[in-house]
């Protein structure tokens, strides 16, 4: 069975400092997707990132970046110089190629607070 | 703005009775997706259709049904309504081609409260 594991349920930091947020992922598939979504206090759901499996190079987009590691089974997610416009609770998701069926699993989610 | 519509955005009701909620998905999207989140159980993958068919279902209570109209709007019935079905309910589309995978976005939400 495929789970997400999202160890840090709150950080908390001030403003212009970088902060990683760790995601650690089960699976016994050898081909699957990892993300990234992004719950603002509005509470909407916003799409960041996508990974496949068979692709463990690294990504950067702009203040944001991913680490993707499948010999430790890790997605990490590194905000640099933060903002407050950042403060929102941040979901990894693992969803597995097997079986054809896509619904996601999700971690249990950190909340980012970024202080001015 | 994802593109994916949900209404309504909120919805009281009383234990026992019975609602629907309905999902508009991004234009093209032949995937939707029902999710449902709470405070105890967190984000939690419900059903999923493709073009009209269901594809998968996850932790989908036997009291919830879903379907996919031929135009792929998406409705999700919830019967015998609990007080532990007070949810977030999110719907999510992606083109999902055979043997490609997208990403989903997600539309607004629809807050069940259950009183």
């Known amino acids: 069975a495929q789970k997400v594991t999202q160890a840090q349920t709150e950080i908390s930091v001030v403003e212009k400092e970088d902060v990683t947020l760790d995601c650690v992922y089960e699976t016994r598939d050898t081909t699957y997707y990892l993300f990234w979504y992004k719950q603002p206090p509005s509470g909407e759901l916003v799409f960041l990132i996508r990974r496949n499996s068979f692709d463990e190079q690294n990504e950067i987009s702009g203040r944001y970046s991913w680490n993707f590691q499948k010999s430790t089974s890790s997605f990490n997610f590194t905000i640099t110089a933060s903002q407050v416009v950042d403060s929102a609770v941040y979901f990894c998701a693992l969803s597995e190629e097997g079986g054809g069926a896509d619904g996601l699993t999700f971690g249990k989610g950190t909340h980012l607070i970024i202080q001015p | 703005d994802s593109g994916v519509t949900q209404t309504p955005k909120h919805l009281i009701t009383a234990t026992g009775q019975r609602v629907t909620l309905r999902c508009s998905p991004r234009?093209?999207?032949?995937?939707v997706y029902w999710y449902q989140q709470s405070l105890d159980q967190g984000l939690q993958f419900l059903i999923q259709y493709y073009n009209g068919e269901e594809r998968a279902k996850g932790n989908i209570l036997e009291r919830f049904s879903a379907q996919q109209f031929p135009d792929l709007h998406s409705e999700l019935n919830l019967s015998s309504l609990e007080l532990g079905d007070s949810a977030l309910y999110f719907c999510?589309?992606?083109?999902?081609?055979?043997?490609?995978?997208?990403?989903?976005?997600f539309g607004p939400g629809t807050r069940l409260t259950v009183t």
């Open positions: 999510a589309s992606s083109i999902r081609d055979r043997g490609l995978f997208h990403e989903q976005y």
């Open positions: 234009s093209g999207d032949l995937s």
